[in-house]
């Protein structure tokens, strides 16, 4: 449950919000004036403030800014009309999380807020690590091998300058962790912390993301819309999975850290960007190089600093703290509090290679609190090396990309989202199952679970090239 102030002088406005949020399971706090809403403000502290632009008396602009300087780490979203949407684009460039247009559409409306109070969510818990914790809410990184401790250092180190920094490791290592621990002991940390997943984002959509747009860039681009870069303006950047972006974002990414400026698509208009930039990849960006995937010039600006951070194998004197640590966190969720690990089970634990690193850990202990009966888990509790391990490795960022997919979908294709992100991830199915059987349509179709009539329905639908993944056995 989240705490929503909403600001508006229409009273219906706010009926209505009341009613939605409520249903959803939200506190609602309500002011019909940006003076109202600023005095609230100086005792209750929301998770977001959704706030109409045009009010009489203080202008919701005005009262924007001076929210900020009570409530720095509150999400803002801006209410506005069609038509006057520069007011809301200004507050953007001032950091407000997002504007929407009335009349609204609840769906988007919806998505829109629970994105909202997830950034400010991030931005607001702090990270932690080291030594035993006062902050129940803090988020903690854990491990006392020798081998975190180097990287608890290097953060340190590097927190508050505004050094670049890349962070490397394995999936599931905790290199977002690691990133948003910087964020919190760095000088940036009352401004905005904005996370960029540079895989989940389709290639065409990513630039427009980081540099915003202008109005008719492009089909769909109504208004002028700022990026990322622009609206993190005295914060921090984490590009995630670094590694995934195209030549031409790479281009511009290095234009801003050479030049501290960039422009918006279809724009003229050189933007100044403060930003400190952090990257995080589990690819190999040498190979990248090599390959021409990735510019050795942009190389050489993201790693001025880089933290490695050590697969769990490499720290197994770690595994028995991380899993108490994930016993404690998930017995507050599951409801099943007092649960401990039998000497037996933490030996196995101990004696596995990790494949996905701590996400995996967690995912197991997470799922054997499930399957556990009694208080004592057992190793037969324990899922461990199975196919399920894979998938639960790469569970929780691909559930990411696909929501990403589905936003920025609802977003540039309305009317026909459905459609579009179906068909792209249907095509991808098959094309995925045709490379894994090397085109045999037999067994991609036992695969996938159609017929091969259907199957051949889609490739020629998808005009998926045959040539490359049907070998000539099969037609
Ligand atoms: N040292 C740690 N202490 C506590 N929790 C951790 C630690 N490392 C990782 N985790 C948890 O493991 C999960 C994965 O961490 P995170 O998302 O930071 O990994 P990642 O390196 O970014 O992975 P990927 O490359 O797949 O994006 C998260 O739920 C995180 O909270
Ligand atoms: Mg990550």
Known sequence: MSRILVVDDERNVLTSFQH?????????????????????????????????????GLSGLETFRQAKAIVPKVPVIMMTAYGTTDTAIEAMKLGAFEYTLK???IPKLTALIERALAMGQLMRTPVTYGAADADARAQRIIGK????????????????????????????????LVARAIYHHSQR????????????IPETLLESELFGYEKG??????ARKPGKFEQASGGTILLDEVGDMSPSTQAKVLRV??????????????????????????QDLE?????????????????????????LRERKEDIPLLAEYFLKRYSRELQKSGMRLSPEALERLSAYEWPGNVRELENCIKQAMVLGQGDVLMPEHLRLGQSSAVQLRSAPES???????????????????????????????????LMQTQGNLAQAAKLLGITRPTLREKISKYRIQRRVHLNQREG
């Open 217 to 222: 860039a492009f089909t769909g681009a109504v």
């Open 257 to 282: 850290l050479q030049e501290g400026t960039c422009e918006r698509l279809g724009g003229h208009e050189t933007i100044r960007v403060d930003v400190r930039l952090l990257a995080a990849t589990n």
């Open 287 to 311: 190979a990248l190089i090599r390959d021409r995937r990735f510019r050795e010039d942009l190389y050489y600006r993201l790693h001025v600093v880089t933290i490695t951070v050590p697969s």
């Open 20 to 56: 939605l949020l409520g249903k959803k399971g939200h506190e609602v706090l309500t002011a019909k004036s940006g003076e109202q809403a600023l005095s609230l403000l100086g005792s209750n502290s929301p998770d977001l403030i959704l706030m109409d632009i045009r009010m009489a």
């Open 145 to 176: 091998s020798s081998k975190m401790i180097e990287v608890y250092k290097l953060i340190g180190q590097v927190a508050p300058s505004n050094v670049t920094v890349l962070i490397r490791g394995e999936s599931g290592t905790g290199k977002e």
């Open 103 to 105: 009349p609204f559409d």
């Open 189 to 200: 940390a009352e401004r905005p912390f904005i996370a960029v997943n540079c895989a989940a």
């Open 399 to 433: 559930l990411n990309a696909v929501r990403e997919l589905a936003r920025q979908h609802l977003e540039q294709a309305p009317g026909s989202a459905h459609q579009h992100l179906i068909e792209q991830v249907e095509a991808q199915l098959i094309l995925e199952a």
